[in-house]
């Protein structure tokens, strides 16, 4: 079983940074894709970035929305995965889901296509 735990979410203004944070348990993030969603009040799920293995290594895609602002990292000794938000604007407050699938050969922007949820953490940002 795979329990993804985030943290990392508060209040904020705009322009400001803010790092969330994915603790996995039960794989090891060798062995699984991750992903970071986000869901604002009253719209759909919406795909912010992952972080994929790849031959090479990983690979990481981000969302065009939120590109030039966002990165995602690992770090496999802790078995975490890090959101890094940089120049926070208003649109980007939502809950933040890490998400993971556990098929290496799965790569999707899709929400359908991961199987494990974390909890949700709430990001406002302050206009």
């Known amino acids: 079983q795979v329990r993804l735990a985030e943290s990392g979410g508060g209040l904020v203004q705009a322009g400001d940074s803010l790092s969330l944070s994915c603790a996995v348990s039960?794989?090891?993030?060798?062995?699984?894709?991750m992903a970071w969603f986000r869901q604002a009040p009253g719209k759909e799920r919406e795909f912010v970035g992952r972080?994929?293995?790849?031959?090479?290594?990983?690979?990481?895609d981000i969302a065009d929305s939120v590109k030039g602002r966002f990165t995602i990292s690992r770090d496999n000794a802790k078995n975490t995965v890090y959101l890094q938000m940089n120049s926070l604007k208003f649109e980007d407050t939502a809950v933040y889901y890490c998400?993971?699938?556990?098929?290496?050969?799965?790569?999707?922007?899709?929400?359908?296509?991961?199987?494990?949820w974390g909890q949700g953490t709430q990001v406002t940002v302050s206009s």
């Open positions: 039960g794989r090891t993030l060798t062995s699984v894709n």
């Open positions: 972080i994929t293995r790849s031959a090479g290594g990983i690979i990481i």
């Open positions: 998400a993971a699938n556990l098929n290496l050969g799965l790569i999707t922007k899709s929400a359908v296509g991961y199987s494990y």
